[in-house]
């Protein structure tokens, strides 16, 4: 399992990459083409606000694999290990439920209904089903995550931690 983990994380890490660097060329290139050759390209603008939205939803199901996310600590300091482990188990499970039921299948039931609509972009002109689909898709690497997690705790050991992030 932390083989596949390892590469879940891997693949994730490489993606963000890519996806940031694609952003700052194409924003790069609607500042050259509107100030420099005052012809601002029709389709940067959306192709950046796609990239923002794939990077936004990938990104939290990485922040919430290595626990950068938003948390509050002041209450579960308290509690005993036995208990703080208790907390964590359950706070796993809810993740796991949310991001099965409102990202997966809330996020699956968009995805089909804007194929079905036939739904377009108006500059990119891809259906706007493809760039719905990271819902589902990060939906399910953070329930992969949440699983994963609620194996660890159940187990008593420490998930890997993610590789060149810090």
Not at 91 to 97: E, H, K, Q, R
């Amino acid at each position: 399992m932390n083989k596949l983990i390892s590469r879940i994380d891997s693949a994730l890490k490489w993606t963000l990459a890519a996806f940031m660097l694609s952003i700052v060329l194409v924003v790069s290139w609607q500042v050259i083409s509107r100030y420099l050759l005052n012809s601002p390209s029709s389709i940067t603008e959306e192709l950046s606000r796609c990239l923002l939205i794939w990077i936004g939803m990938l990104g939290a199901a990485l922040a919430y694999r290595t626990g950068v996310h938003l948390g509050l600590d002041i209450v579960t300091q308290r509690f005993n290990t036995r208990n703080r482990q208790r907390l964590a188990m359950l706070v796993s499970l809810a993740v796991v439920i949310f991001a099965l039921a409102v990202m997966v299948i809330g996020g699956g039931n968009l995805v089909a209904l804007t194929f079905e609509l036939n739904q377009m972009s108006a500059a990119l002109g891809i259906r706007m089903a493809y760039i719905y689909l990271i819902i589902p898709f990060s939906g399910s690497i953070i329930a992969f995550y949440g699983c994963c997690q609620l194996y660890y705790l159940s187990t008593n050991q420490t998930m890997p931690t993610v590789e060149g992030l810090h």
